[in-house]
């Protein structure tokens, strides 16, 4: 049997993602010119928060597209949320197929958070089967078990890696903004469950919400403190 031209894990020197400004479609042109023509750019939202589940996407681009028709995609966390949104609805429109994949705060705080990535990019893989190469950012995924190339700073050089950072996003922005309305005073509708000042204080004096990771250590550091304490009054506290 004659060996792949592209083998199941491959890593990619390139420039600082501080370099970078704009993605291309690059990687993608090559890896269609060489044959592949169904691939996925992966890449996930929520992996350092404190709270929330971590939200992956997958984004398939039709191999004819232009750049210019996604002009302005950039990575996520460069772009204000309006110019996100109506990204989000571009990128929803044009793409060839679009799937969003999660783990949630108890797969989290079982598996850890890399293994709760992972699972959540495989689950966004999974809705836009079949693929026959992955680009992610990052590091590699061996879990994924297909063909890829990983990416430092994928999201801003690769524009189906920065396409699938925006639906992640605003798809995770979302739904912390509707968990903010349960679990008010945390301002997961602007922090969506990252660490900030503010949601530290909230923590703190609230208590620990079912939606909080405790194998974080800001958030087990209150849990335990909070074994020895009252119940905050009005606050989540959870045993």
């Not at 890449?43 to 002009?71: F, K, Y």
Request: with cysteine.
């Amino acid at each position: 049997m004659p060996r792949s031209r592209f083998p199941l894990i491959r890593r990619n020197n390139i420039k600082r993602p501080s370099q970078i400004f704009l993605p291309s479609l690059e990687r993608e042109r090559a890896l269609w010119t060489a044959g592949i023509r169904r691939l996925a750019g992966v890449d996930e939202v929520g992996r350092g928060a404190l709270a929330g589940c971590v939200v992956a996407a997958a984004v398939v681009l039709p191999p004819d597209m232009p750049l210019a028709a996604l002009a302005g995609v950039a990575d996520s966390k460069l772009l204000e949320r309006p110019r996100r949104e109506a990204l989000y609805e571009r990128i929803l429109a044009l793409a060839s197929a679009v799937g969003i994949g999660s783990a949630s705060v108890r797969e989290i705080d079982r598996l850890n958070i890399l293994r709760a990535t992972a699972l959540a990019m495989g689950r966004a893989l999974h809705q836009v089967a079949p693929v026959e190469h992955v680009l992610v950012d990052g590091l590699p995924v061996a879990e994924l078990g297909i063909a890829q190339t990983a990416i430092v700073g994928g999201d801003r050089t690769s524009l189906s890696i920065a396409a699938a950072s925006i639906v992640a996003k605003v798809t995770r922005d979302r739904w912390m903004a509707r968990l903010d309305r349960r679990f008010a005073g945390f301002g997961w509708a602007t922090n969506a469950g990252y660490g900030t000042a503010s949601h530290r204080e909230a923590l703190a004096r609230l208590g620990v919400t079912p939606l909080h990771r405790r194998s974080f250590a800001s958030v087990r550091l209150v849990v335990q403190k909070n074994l020895f304490d009252e119940p905050p009054p009005g606050g989540h506290f959870v045993e």
